[in-house]
Every structure is written in C-alpha cells, then in structure tokens.
C-alpha cells in the first residue's frame, strides 16, 4: 500500500479546515471596520490596532504576563533541570517514584490546583499578588520542565561524558563543559514552551486574579465576557504569532509532537 | 561515590517547592471540604459531614453532574470521529510535507483558549460565518442559536480536546501491525472492508485511551463553558468556581472538586481497563 489513498486524506482535509477554522476566523476579524463581531466582515481597517494601542487595561495586562512569564521560566528551570539532571542520571532507588510524585501536577486538572492554591493563598495574603501568581504557573511549568528536560537527559549518548570522565574531569566538570552544551537545543525549547505555558495560563490566573493584578488571559476572558468586538481579534493576532515563533523554534530544535507528548 | 549522593541532591528544590505548593494545597483542599459554613456565610472550622450532606442532598448537584457527564460524551465522540481521520492520515501518509501537517494538528493547544473560543464566535455567532452563509444560500430566514447555548459548548470543547486525541491516537496507531492490512488487501477484500474488518478493530485501544483521555480534558475544561455558554450552560466546573469566587463558599467549592476528582478517576479507570481488555 501507498500513502494514505485519497478518501482518508479528504476527510482528513476537511477536519485540517475545521481545526484551522477558528484561528482563520480571528485573524481575518482582526482587520474588521465594523463595530461589532459580523463575519466576514463588511470592510477591512486597521482600527482595532489603533484602539489597542491605546486600551490601558490589556495593554497593563499584556505587559504583566510577559513580567510573570519571564520570572516563572527562569526559577521553574533553575529547579527543574537540576532534578530532571539527577533523575535522568543519577541512580537511586526510590527514583521512579520521584518520577511518578513530579508528573502528578500535570495529571490534575488546573481546575482543582487553582481552587487549592485560591485557599493556600488567601490566608497568606498572596492572592492577586505576582510572587503568588508566579509559584502558582510554576505548579504547572516545573513538572513540565522535569517531564521535558528528563527525556533530553537520557536520550544524550553515555559515551561522550564517560570519555570526559575518562581524561580525569570531575563530575562538576563534566556536566558544566559536556552534559548543558549537549542539551543547550532541547533547554531552549523548554525555556520557550515553559514562558508559553505560563503567558497562556487561565484558570488558575482566574483564581488568583484580583482587580489589581489581572493577567492577559484574565482580562481578555473579562473583555469576552462583557463586550464583543473585534478588539480581542485584533489582540489574538499578535498572539498567534508569538505562539507561531514558539512553535517553530521548538519544532526545529526537538520537535513539537515530541515536545508536548509523552 | 559520593558525587552521585552529591548529584542526588539536585532533586530537593524540586521536592521541596511541589510539597509546599502542591502537596499541601492540595491537602488543604481536603481539609476544607469538612468545614461547615455559618448562618451568617462565614467558614466554620469543623471535621463534619454536613457541606458533604448539603451538597449531595441537592438536586442541583445531581443535575450538573449528567450535564458534565453528557457535554463531556458528546464531545468527545465528536472529537473522537473527527481526530480519528487526521491521525490515521498521518500515521500514513508519505508526504515529505507529513511533520508540517502534524505541528498543525496539534498547534491550537498551544493557542490560548481564549484566542480560540472568541474564533468560535466569531463562526458561530448570530452574524457569523455559519449564519452569513446559511441565510445568503437562503436556507434559514433568522439567524440560528449556535453560541451561548449547549451546541456552542459542545463544538467549542470537541475543537479544544482533539489535538490531545490526535496525539494519543497517533501513539496508538504506533502498534498497528501493516502486513495484516496487507494480508487482507491481497486476499481480496475492497479497502473499506479492510477497514472495518481489520484495521478498525486493531485501533479500539487506542480509541478506548483516546476517549477517556478526552472526557477528562472536557470535564475538567472552564473556559469553554464559561465563555461559550454565555451563563446558560451549567456544568460541575462552572459551579465550582462560581462557589469559590462569587459565593466564596469554599467548603461547598471543596466538596465539588474532590467530587469531580473522584469521578475523573472513576472514568480514567474504566478507559483503561476497556483498552486492556480490547489489547486482547
């Protein structure tokens, strides 16, 4: 047999244009003159980008998620890498427990994590805060770097560190100058996806949101849920393309299936 | 050696920052669960049954759990039907363009859901897409009701789960024996029946893992219904962050999520021994 023989790769055509369909949709919005959501729209402009350039609140927004995004991917891979390094190669016995005890965030729903961190926070005073914001996303980006960095540690060939072990470099030495250079691709591919992850995090911004500190998601889902113009379009445009970047860096430095799966 | 006990180490932060921030909240929200609630609506310390009893005594609960229970089968089963196509597709296909095709399949859940359920309206919506096309073709007079509504929900969350399904179908499709296919092919049965016969039955694992894989994704899923639902759709996970915002109700709040949990696990649990059970 060859290939996927022309019924099955219609219908899967038809499915590609559904999955695109919303992201088609926003985009096109996004250059609308008209005032409210009417598709296809009646006349293109670029007024929904001057309005946005000028719309305070998601623009603070905007500017805080890219503060907590920053902040969240530097500490989740300053602790993830060194535990993923010692999963991936050190030996100890109660290791595949530890595995399984860092993977669990990731299986609980950000529905449940985001209630309990609401509870743990309040009486510390942490909710709507940016430390209390930031250890919140890291629920979710530190198990992922773990999950991510693990792989990229055991696929490394053994041979090359234990010819530096060999020619007398310390331990220390020979993850410093062999182990990181060899996983700088897959590091920064971790890095893009865990600022991603973070920038996109809703529910439990939601949770932890006050009206002081209203991440982009959160004022984007109050916008949604009062008015509905082509504002939010115009917004999801330059968010598309950020993810887009992300995207095929990732995708040219490990592979996205890779990435995301298990 | 002690530069592996030393290397050993690098795990405690890690340990540490989860027990504090993950394990414990979690706990706490246990706790919470068997606090009472005042007459004036304050929390009352307690370890007793009576937000448990509140909770499930009420019809209401009962009436949003068949609704989380429905969307989330509804949803999936369409997603299910439409993922299924892709990921044999791509499981298939020669094209040198095939790792191109895949990204894009699972490129929208790493668009913010936000982004994505704004696109719906705009298809959906009463001067959207569907409904421009419907009334120029002259099939529909006034507009349809396909946003803020369980139809808008459902397509909404059936579009939010599938990159997830293509991914777990894919990985299942990975044991997909092709001689069978071949064999079958050879002996003379048409293409379709080679589907329904062979390569069909050998993919229900996969499908089964695919499936509870979505029903969890969905029922767990807040934006979706929330945003798309426009305040008409009521399901367990609205309820519960309606309970711990606006009603600040946390024991109630609690008591719902540890619920949910509990059903999540139950339908994870059946997924898994229905594709075990398939395996064979």
Known sequence: MNGAGRVLSGLAAIVYALILAPIVVVVALAFSADSFILFPPSGYSLRWFRQLAGHAPLLNALWLSVQIASVVTLLSLAVGVPAALALAKGRFAWRDALTNFFLAPLLLPTLIAGLALLLFFTPLRLTATLPGLVLGHMTVTVPFVIRMMTTAFQTLPDDIEAAAATLGAKPWRVVWRVTLPLVTPGLIACACLSFLLSFDETVISLFLSGPRAATLPVEMVRYVEGRTDPLIAALSVLLIVATLIVVVVVERLVGVARAVGK | ?280
Not at chain 2, 15 to 26: I, M
Not at chain 2, 189 to 203: D, G, M, Q
Not at chain 2, 217 to 245: D, N, W
Not at chain 2, 261 to 267: A, E, V
């Open chain 2, 1 to 280: 050696m002690t530069g592996s006990t030393r290397l050993n180490l690098l795990v405690l932060p890690a340990v540490l920052f989860l027990l504090a921030v993950y394990v414990w909240p979690t706990l706490g929200l246990f706790r919470n669960a068997f606090n009472e609630v005042g007459p004036t609506g304050a929390m009352v310390e307690a370890w007793s049954l009576k937000t448990g009893a509140e909770v499930f005594a009420d019809g209401f609960t009962f009436e949003l759990t068949l609704n989380s229970l429905w969307l989330s089968l509804t949803s999936t089963l369409i997603a299910l039907v439409l993922s299924y196509p892709v990921s044999l597709f791509l499981f298939r296909t020669n094209s040198r363009f095939r790792g191109l095709l895949a990204v894009i399949a699972i490129m929208p859940m790493l668009i913010s859901g936000v982004v994505r359920v704004f696109g719906w309206l705009a298809i959906l919506g009463d001067r959207g897409l569907v409904n421009t096309l419907a009334q120029s073709l002259g099939l529909i007079s006034t507009p349809m009701r396909l946003v803020f509504n369980w139809t808008g929900v459902t397509i909404g969350l059936a579009e939010s789960i599938m990159p997830y399904m293509i991914l777990a179908l894919l990985a299942g499709f990975g044991q997909l024996d092709r001689t069978l296919e071949e064999a079958s092919r050879s002996l003379g049965a048409t293409p379709f029946r080679t589907f329904l016969r062979v390569t069909l039955p050998l993919s229900l694992p996969a499908l089964a893992l695919a499936a509870g894989l979505g029903f969890v994704l969905s029922m767990s899923a807040y934006i979706t219904p929330k945003l798309l639902g426009g305040g008409r759709v009521f399901v367990l996970a609205t309820e519960i962050f309606e309970q711990a915002t606006t009603n600040t109700n946390w024991p109630v709040a609690a008591m719902l999520a540890i619920y949910t949990l509990g059903l999540l696990l139950l339908l994870l649990a059946i997924s898994n021994i229905a594709a075990r059970r398939l395996q064979r």
